[in-house]
């Protein structure tokens, strides 16, 4: 059953503390991002990666790091940098094709602080 | 980057209303993707339009991509409470593939 999946579903952090999100497509899917959104509003890019051993900044990647080891796998880690991590957090991957980018999300992960 | 406003940003409607959600912006733009995030579940892609002028119909949904390619919108006809939801444009975020750049939403309530 093909598809992304993002765990865990739900993750609290303590004060101070990294955390790390998981992201997993067995798409075979060139491209990977993660999004930000919180409630009631749109999304927003964190980082994306488009090869493996490569990443980009999106628009508000201060307080979190990525790493894009293999093609499958794109963890988001959550620093205590970020002063406001409460927020649903979805992964997204997309094929490259000249005509289309749709992109496929996974369910998402759900950060409070503790 | 690409930038794209959406209105409104929220529209409450008794069921059998129609509904409408607009995407504007500024400059040309290549082709827009229309998506559907259901209360507490991630966006699914709903569909891509790329011709200027250019109107898809789904059911009881109809997607148009205005002549000039800066503005887009998509209506419900006779809503069900099946349709409620965020609904997000979302265009091509510049030069890297792939990336696309989202409107804030448009969150629609059903009243039965």
């Known amino acids: 059953d093909g598809g992304i999946t993002q765990s865990p579903k739900y993750l609290f952090r303590k004060e101070g503390q990294n955390v790390t999100l998981s992201c997993e497509q067995n798409l075979n899917h060139d491209a990977m991002y993660w999004y930000r959104q919180d409630p009631g509003q749109g999304l927003r890019l964190i980082y994306y990666?488009?090869?493996?051993?490569?990443?980009q900044k999106g628009d508000i990647a201060e307080g979190y790091s990525v790493s894009r080891e293999k093609k499958e796998s794109f963890p988001l880690t959550v620093t205590s940098a970020q002063k406001n991590p409460t927020a649903f957090y979805l992964c997204?991957?997309?094929?490259?094709?000249?005509?289309?980018?749709?992109?496929?999300f996974g369910a998402g992960t759900r950060l409070s602080v503790l | 980057g690409q930038q794209v406003m959406q209105i409104p940003q929220y529209q409450h409607v008794q069921e059998g209303e129609d509904f409408t959600t607009y995407c504007n912006s500024s400059?040309?733009?290549?082709?827009i993707q229309w998506y559907k995030q259901r209360p507490g579940g991630h966006p699914v892609f709903l569909i891509q339009l790329v011709k200027s002028g250019e109107v898809k119909k789904q059911k009881r949904l109809t997607f148009q991509f205005g002549e000039a390619k800066k503005n887009s919108s998509l209506h419900i006809t006779a809503t069900q409470t099946t349709d409620v939801g965020t609904y997000f444009c979302a265009v091509a975020g510049g030069t890297s593939y792939g990336k696309l750049t989202f409107g804030q939403g448009t969150i629609l309530t059903v009243h039965p």
């Open positions: 400059t040309t733009l290549s082709n």
């Open positions: 990666s488009q090869i493996v051993n490569d990443f």
């Open positions: 997204a991957s997309t094929i490259r094709r000249e005509s289309q980018n749709i992109q496929y």
